[in-house]
């Protein structure tokens, strides 16, 4: 009984994890087996057959679904109609793929690369022997992305490509208020599986560098749409104005009426109520223009 028990728990976790049918899968030749789509099939068995002469073979999601019962899969679901079974090219993808890699190195800090698989839209036998790989700028915010290389004589070849990499990020520890200095009291560094962000997210929180520009919920991922700048002169605080010239320097100080960050002009009152044009040059530092 305490056997039974066992097997139907381990066969039960081998389903849940093979329980989502992909959108697109790639197999070495003509024959479509259970083991293309199911992890370690307890009894693999081949279930469709790419017609001669073609190199893909679409099938609805639900008749896919209806066969893998028909086997004992029972637990599995699919997020697209169709699903897609395209015949491996024979090529050396190499050169493509390190492309990838440098692309996605450049524009992170920390990122570990662990895989990179890529594939022809459609069944290709060669590559050109001179062409020129093209990458869209921003590509490296997801790890799915569709890439082309263009030949000497301007025809275009797309391919799909998938990534696996981890990345360092910074997540919110709570929510966070608008103008709020970032900072390790409200933040945390954890590393992270990259899938897909709407920004590139922040791998470095240096002190006194970032504020928040909106309100940001708690275990959000933060990204340069959420952050700024930090300002180095907050409205109504005491800021010390300077005046340097080659016959004098002047110091004295004012009351800020706007926030500013290093570089921006802002408006300083004086003691006897008078206004000034400033230039925001430090941390509660300003100078006359």
Known sequence: MLNKFLFFILLSSVLYANNIIQSTYYIDNDDIYLSHIIKEPSN??????????????????????????EYGYKDVSAKSRYVKFI????????????????????????IEIKEIVVEPRGY???L?????????????LSSNGVLNIKTIDNKKIYFNYHIVANLWIYVTKKQIRKDTQLSVLNTIKKSI??????????????????????????????????????????????VNV?????NMSI???????????IGDIISVQKRDLKRLKVKVIGKNRVEIQ
Not at 97 to 108: C, G, M, T, V
Not at 242 to 246: A, I, N, Q
Not at 251 to 261: E, R
């Open 242 to 246: 300077s005046l340097d010239s080659l």
């Open 124 to 126: 290709i036998k060669t």
């Open 193 to 238: 599986i990259l899938d897909k962000f709407r920004a590139k997210p922040i791998e470095i929180l240096d002190a006194n560098t970032l504020q928040s520009k909106r309100h940001i919920k708690k275990n959000k991922i933060l990204t340069s749409r959420d952050v700024e700048i930090l300002n180095a002169v907050k409205k109504n605080s005491t």
């Open 251 to 261: 110091n004295f100080n004012a009351k800020a009426l706007q926030d500013g960050k």
């Open 128 to 140: 050109p022997n001179d062409y020129q790989i093209e990458i869209k700028n921003n590509n490296y």
């Open 44 to 69: 693999d068995q081949q279930i469709y057959k790419i017609e001669l002469g073609k190199y893909t073979k679409r099938i609805r999601a639900k008749e896919l679904i209806k066969v893998l019962k």
């Open 87 to 110: 015949k491996k090219s024979p090529i050396d993808t190499s050169s493509i793929e390190a492309s990838i890699q440098n692309h996605y190195l450049d524009n992170y800090e920390n």
